[in-house]
């Protein structure tokens, strides 16, 4: 049909680290989504590759703590 295409782009936009730009301050902040372990509570750790604690060897579960930092990239 003409006109019709098909798009694979994304609204978000993410780094190699996991996280997205963020556009409201203009500061150049970023936020990246980070995990806490409920077994030892070292933390924060990236939640796009720690699977496990590298303290405690924990795998990540529901009773760990997930969140969202934002961050300068520049420091």
């Not at 970023?30 to 939640?47: E, M």
Request: charged fraction near 20%.
């Amino acid at each position: 049909m003409p006109g019709k295409h098909s798009s694979s782009s994304s609204s978000k936009t993410s780094s190699s680290f996991g996280g997205k730009h963020t556009s409201s301050s203009g500061s150049g902040s970023k936020t990246k989504t980070v995990w806490y372990c409920s077994n030892c509570r070292i933390g924060p750790l990236n939640y796009h590759i720690d699977e496990y604690c590298p303290d405690c060897q924990h795998r990540r579960c529901g009773a760990c703590t997930v969140t969202t930092i934002e961050y300068d990239p520049r420091r």
